[in-house]
């Protein structure tokens, strides 16, 4: 059983930069890629970024990349989520997620745990 909390959301400017931090419960954290997801009214969950269970390897949806970076430290047990240059299209809920592989996946249907969600709302 894995337990994970968001927090570091919040209201920022366009142009702006915010951390989002994931503390993850449970022994088997460093074992498993862990993902970050976003949700904005009306649409469906979306893929941001992954990373895989060495923090080696890591991917992106095209929309983030070059202005997020996902880290993780296993010994703390928790994943990031810094995110600079920020633009409004980024306002939504971010949700933290862990995979049942130690691989990164990009895929929704690879991830059997999630956070409660941290909300980022960027003003024009």
């Known amino acids: 059983q894995v337990q994970l909390v968001e927090s570091g959301g919040g209201l920022v400017q366009a142009g702006g930069s915010l951390r989002l931090s994931c503390a993850a419960s449970?022994?088997?954290?460093?074992?498993?890629?862990m993902g970050w997801f976003r949700q904005a009214p009306g649409k469906e969950r979306e893929f941001v970024a992954t990373?895989?269970?060495?923090?080696?390897?890591?991917y992106y949806a095209d929309s983030v990349k070059g202005r997020f970076t996902i880290s993780r430290d296993n010994a703390k047990n928790t994943v990031y989520l810094q995110m600079n240059s920020l633009k409004p299209e980024d306002t939504a809920v971010y949700y933290c997620?862990?995979?049942?592989?130690?691989?990164?996946?990009?895929?929704?249907?690879?991830?059997?745990?999630w956070g409660q969600g941290t909300q980022v709302t960027v003003s024009s």
């Open positions: 449970g022994r088997t954290f460093s074992s498993k890629a």
């Open positions: 990373i895989s269970w060495g923090g080696g390897s890591t």
């Open positions: 997620a862990a995979a049942s592989v130690p691989g990164r996946s990009p895929d929704r249907s690879m991830y059997n745990y």
